[in-house]
């Protein structure tokens, strides 16, 4: 059964910052693309950062590039998301997710985390 969490969410100041973490089992994070979604109240879950296992390339929102930082410990089978300078537009469901085919697209992930809550105040 495969299982994503995540851990590591909660209130901070604007400027401040926080490390998700993603703990896998039930897969090998060694064998696919890795991303972290999020999702505010009354908004689509968009994608955050994404991670091509095959090249290591990665992707960024607009919105979060310079500020976040995706990175990965396949020897932990783990997944992170250094989020540095946060913003209260930054406040969200913070999903961790798990896909062969690289994508940052949310309909072309199969393998979801149940999310943490990310809540940055002014």
């Known amino acids: 059964q495969v299982q994503l969490v995540e851990s590591g969410g909660g209130l901070v100041q604007s400027g401040g910052s926080l490390r998700l973490s993603c703990a896998a089992s039930?897969?090998?994070?060694?064998?696919?693309?890795i991303g972290w979604f999020r999702q505010a109240p009354g908004k689509e879950r968009e994608g955050v950062s994404c991670?091509?296992?095959?090249?290591?390339?990665?992707y960024y929102a607009d919105s979060v590039k310079g500020r976040f930082t995706i990175s990965r410990d396949n020897a932990k089978n783990t997944v992170y998301l250094q989020m540095n300078s946060l913003k209260p537009e930054d406040t969200a469901v913070y999903y961790c997710?798990?896909?062969?085919?690289?994508?940052?697209?949310?309909?072309?992930?199969?393998?979801w985390g149940q999310g943490t809550q990310v809540t940055v105040s002014s």
């Open positions: 997710a798990a896909e062969l085919v690289f994508s940052c697209a949310p309909q072309f992930i199969n393998y």
């Open positions: 039930g897969l090998l994070l060694d064998y696919y693309n």
């Open positions: 991670m091509n296992t095959k090249d290591g390339s990665t």
